[in-house]
């Protein structure tokens, strides 16, 4: 149990958190993070400092409530299509049943993305015993609509391996595309009624710019990297993703689910770390956002901890921007 969580504060101590992806269920949030590890390989572009194994469970009842980590859920060892490097998870619930979704290594160091079962939100979580057929990369993320067909959106470049999949098989030596060409956006594809697998394949989501052509490459400001998240806001589709080299949380808005979406802003600065991975979830009537930074560890091995802030959305439907720092500046002032 740690204490009570405050906005811009780590969530847990104990633990190196990333990559949250927090959902409200039985009316209490629940945080799927990856768990990052001590370790001594080499640090570099391809994410190999990232050797995750396991993945905790963190619950709260609400904001003014302490975080309780409900221990080990699941481990690379006891997934058998998997080798490692457990990066971000995120879970979902349909028909009595809640679902765990992950990127993992398999025995061939190719990234795919399994799925976990369990009867209870905060597990332990049963992988199958394959990953799930026709998905590649990283960063799964599900998106429920209200007709209650589920989505899953998933990819990532550099280390997740996006660009090795850009004629529908595995290109080792495969570059992205040039800078003024169409930059790779996230994949998405439906899941089946049973959520176990896809239902038809995945394929890519548009954005686009103000002017509706789609956002180039070599536009590292705006173009998807990594880390995809679907929310749903009167009416519209938020993709929200990270930009990577640019290490910023950015947004683009759409109709549908599957896109394409057209590009808005950002939705939170570069923060302390190279990466940066978030979640938007509702809770009570607010909108909250999740989203990690390198400030527990001071950067030591690019270890992460997982925080929260609350996210406003304009009259328009645009949303504000996040500002950790003086967020947190005027927190101090108020204490
Ligand atoms: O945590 C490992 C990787 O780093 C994630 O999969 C990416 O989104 C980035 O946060």
Request: proline share 7%; net charge negative.
């Amino acid at each position: 149990m740690t204490n009570q969580p405050k906005p811009h504060q780590p969530l847990v101590t104990h633990i190196y958190t990333a990559d949250p992806s927090a959902h409200v269920f039985e009316d209490r949030i629940y945080i799927y993070p990856s768990h990052d590890l001590d370790h001594e390989g080499e640090t570099n572009d391809n994410g190999d400092q990232y050797k995750m194994e396991d993945y905790h469970v963190l619950s709260m009842t609400d904001f003014n409530s302490p975080v309780m980590d409900h221990g080990e859920v699941l481990h690379v060892r006891d997934v058998a299509w998997a080798s490692r490097q457990m990066w971000a998870p995120d879970a979902a619930y349909k028909d009595g049943q809640y679902y765990l979704f992950f990127p993992a290594r398999d025995h061939e160091g190719i990234f795919r993305i399994g799925v976990a079962t369990s009867m209870s939100p905060s597990g332990p979580f049963k992988a199958e015993e394959n990953y799930i057929e026709g998905t590649f990369s990283i960063d799964p993320a599900v998106f429920i609509d209200d007709d209650e067909q589920a989505y899953i959106v998933f990819g990532g470049l550099w280390g997740g391996q996006l660009e090795k999949w850009q004629t529908g098989r595995f290109v080792e030596d495969a570059e992205g595309p040039l800078p003024d060409a169409p930059a790779l956006g996230p994949q998405i594809a439906k899941l089946s009624g049973d959520m176990l697998a896809l239902n038809f394949e995945a394929h890519e989501i548009v954005i686009l710019d103000e002017a509706g052509n789609p956002l180039t490459a070599g536009d590292e400001e705006r173009r998807y990297f990594e880390g995809p998240w679907i929310h749903k806001y009167e009416g519209k589709y938020y993709l929200s993703y990270s930009t990577g080299t640019t290490h910023k949380l950015v947004y683009a808005i759409g109709d549908r689910p599957e896109g394409p979406y057209t590009f808005q802003g950002t939705l939170l600065p570069p923060v302390l770390g190279w990466t940066t991975h978030h979640s938007i979830v509702e809770f009570r009537g607010s909108w909250y956002l999740f989203y990690h930074d390198c400030s527990l560890s001071g950067g030591v091995d690019y270890k992460r901890c997982i925080k929260y802030t609350e996210l406003t959305y304009r009259s328009d439907g645009t949303l504000h921007r996040v500002d950790p720092d003086s967020e947190y500046a005027q927190d101090i002032k108020r204490s």
